[in-house]
């Protein structure tokens, strides 16, 4: 009997949860920025950094538009998530903190997954409220080496 995982199963079952994750995408942005808004919120910046298989949002700060600290909102709100396993759509209360950060890893994975092994990667995140966009500014470590070899 053979027991090797099914890869292209598991790559089929990948494929289809993107497509669930990019389809409800729009609407949580829009609630999420919504809510920061109405905070008085204009900007969000997520920090973060790893190495050595290990990673971490180091920090989610919120400003104002006068680029004064400000708290996040701590109540939290109903978005939609996708369940891997069975490739369903749930509601789920998060609070903006938590969908932020979630968000974040997400599109740590989308664009540069395993940003944390070996040299690893740091980074942050830029949620512009006004124009509702979200920017990731990446930068990946990693060792070098100039080998040279001289015979005289």
Known sequence: MDTSPDFTAYEAKSSAFAALRAEI????????FEVLASAGISTVVVEFDGCGDSGQIESVSGFTADNEEIALPSAPVEMREVIFDDLTISLVTRTP???????AY???EQTHSGWEDGDGAFGQFTFAVADHSITLEFNERYVDSNYHQHEF
């Open 25 to 32: 995408f729009p609407e949580n942005k829009r609630m999420l």
């Open 97 to 103: 903190h938590e969908i932020i950060e979630a968000m």
């Open 106 to 108: 997400d599109f740590l």
